[in-house]
């Protein structure tokens, strides 16, 4: 007999998600994912100006604050046709690298860890053969027995005080929990390291956005950002000096250990390479422009339908058509006013609540299509896209964690196991690597193209003029959880219409029309569940996809009552 199951919230996830699960046999038979705020940003924006809009996107989240700044830009300099200056591109690039490289590394380890990391396990460890393990995975410097003696002592005291915090509420000793207790130190022990990386990495973005989270160097035509490498008062060799030492650190950590501990996570739960497989449509776009105006790019984009490699079709450029012409949003299932499907362009916010139900609209979320079709993003869609194009950097490190992986394992795991759970957490932490490589990359032509005397950062100097009538733009870039886009219409220099379809739209999107689910919900069907009580298995699959809900949906009262009145400037 199925049973139903309801987890509102999911927790460890920016902003408000329910699931709703159909278990029967053990086996989820049906799901539903429900965001449960509503965005509002695009209703504020109308009739303010154009320049001011990354400003605003960026409080959809409190925590993919940049992604918004650089996609709401790009959208307002691809309706003005305007070109970028080299530096500006270099310094928006290691922008989006680090703090990509600081949100992989908080999802890996703060986010979703838990969901494998057996913490009550872990003070049964001998720190000698946690040490050895360690050793044997990689050579980085942190892995001695010391270190994760000190690190079980830290963990025996914490327990003790009974001030458990985040550890308080895990689902200790489920069954699902394999690792052994040598394992589960190391992991814990990387968790509490992580830490300091992941601020390492969220350093740099300061450095070059002036401060995180909530940049405020970024603007539409460039960057705010004087450079001149002999004067202390403006962007200089020092800061540059002090970039390259953090997106070290940060590089080794992410390569040596993110990327080591992610490849034994994978093997040791081989299984989960078998579940959570869903829509496997992908959708990437390409990112981190070379050019001033983006036609060649560090990253491949382009789509892939029903998993297979050979439908590949390229994105190729910021103003491709091919991308422009095939967004579209559903509300068939959405709690707003239903006006079919829209391109974005098109597109309205009108919210219009009805209570959950299932068979009705039971979501905030809209639901974004491509040619019609339900698109997972994220970064197991950019390595596909990686894969298709033969793009070197993605085949270096896919390889080498896909062999890591098989021998560890003693099994084959292959491309075709990615379309999975546990394919989702793989291919991010080799997002990471590569993203590691290519943040001292951009870092290196930021500082060439200074030695060659171009300190242009903002070519206009009377400012951006708009034009009389009616200009449209869109904007995106591939953010940490996947395929970014913002999509403005301006009128005589003013907003006459703005949409944002963001990552965790496209994959907590309800049922459209022709009841087809959307990737969580795809993702979730057989998935197992051993105790309907504590469903740990939901929750590993809903995680793997690092849900933004707060992006994705705003604030609402079910009561219709007023929360507050705000006067917004």
């Not at 790009?74 to 990509?100: F, G, S, W």
């Not at 944002?500 to 009841?515: H, I, L, M, Q």
């Amino acid at each position: 007999m199925a049973k139903k199951i309801t987890i509102d919230p999911i927790t460890r996830i920016e902003g408000h998600l329910r699931i709703d699960v159909e278990v029967d046999g053990g086996r989820v038979t049906e799901a539903w994912a429900s965001a449960q705020m509503w965005r509002g940003i695009e209703i504020i924006l109308k009739n303010r100006d154009p320049r001011d809009a990354w400003m605003f996107t960026q409080r959809f989240c409190g925590v993919c604050t940049t992604v918004h700044a650089i996609a709401s830009v790009r959208a307002v300099e691809n309706a003005l046709d305007i070109a970028i200056p080299l530096n500006a591109q270099y310094v928006r690039n290691i922008i989006l690298c680090a703090h990509a490289l600081h949100d992989h590394i908080v999802h890996f380890y703060h986010l979703s860890a838990l969901d494998w990391v057996d913490v009550v396990s872990a003070l049964k460890a001998d720190p000698k053969k946690t040490a050895q393990l360690a050793q044997s995975l990689s050579d980085w410097e942190g892995n001695s027995e010391s270190y994760f003696r000190s690190i079980k002592e830290k963990l025996t005291n914490f327990v003790a005080s009974g001030q458990l915090g985040p550890f308080a509420t895990g689902y200790w000793g489920h069954p699902q929990m394999k690792l052994s207790p040598e394992v589960n130190l190391l992991a814990v022990a990387h968790y509490l390291t992580a830490l300091d990386y992941q601020y390492k990495a969220n350093q740099v973005v300061a450095i070059f956005g002036s401060k995180t989270p909530h940049i405020q160097t970024v603007i539409v035509g460039g960057v705010a950002l004087a450079i001149n490498p002999d004067n202390p008062s403006t962007f200089n060799l020092e800061r540059l000096a002090y970039a390259r030492e953090l997106l070290l650190e940060v590089k080794e950590f992410v390569q040596k250990v993110y990327l080591s501990d992610a490849i034994a996570l994978s093997a040791l739960y081989a299984d989960w390479f078998n579940i959570g497989k869903g829509v496997t449509n992908y959708l990437a776009v390409p990112d981190l422009p070379l050019d001033s105006k983006g036609t060649t790019f560090d990253l491949p984009g382009g789509t892939i339908f029903n998993g297979a490699l050979s439908t590949y079709q390229p994105i190729s450029n910021f103003g491709d058509p091919y991308f422009r012409d095939n967004v579209s949003e559903v509300l068939t299932h959405s709690w707003y006013k239903d006006i079919g499907a829209k391109h974005p362009w098109e597109g309205d916010t009108i919210p219009e609540y009805t209570g959950y139900n299932e068979r009705g609209k039971y979501s905030w979320s809209k639901g974004p299509r491509f040619k019609g079709e339900p698109m997972q993003v994220g970064p197991l869609a950019q390595v596909l896209m990686g894969v298709a194009s033969k793009h070197e950097l993605t085949l270096k490190w896919l390889n080498y964690a896909l062999d890591r992986v098989s021998t560890l394992a003693k099994k084959k795991i292959t491309i075709d196991d990615l379309h999975s759970t546990m394919g989702r957490h793989l291919a991010r932490a080799v997002r990471a690597a590569m993203l590691a490589d290519l943040a001292l990359k951009h870092l290196s032509l930021l500082e060439e193209n200074i030695a060659k005397g171009d300190y242009e950062i903002y070519p206009y100097k009377r400012g951006i003029q708009f034009p009389k009538g009616e200009i449209k733009g869109f904007g995106f870039h591939e953010a940490p959880r996947g395929t970014l886009s913002h999509w403005v219409v301006i009128e005589g220099g003013r907003i006459k219409n703005y949409q944002a379809v963001v990552p965790s739209t496209w994959n907590v999107s309800p049922r459209d029309e022709k009841g087809k689910r959307g990737p969580y919900e795809e993702a979730l069907i057989n998935n197992p569940v051993v105790n309907p009580e504590k469903p740990l298995e939901v929750l590993r699959t809903i995680h793997s996809f690092d849900p933004c809900i707060a992006c994705a949906v705003h604030l609402i009262d079910k009561e219709k009552k007023e929360i507050a009145r705000v006067k917004v400037l």
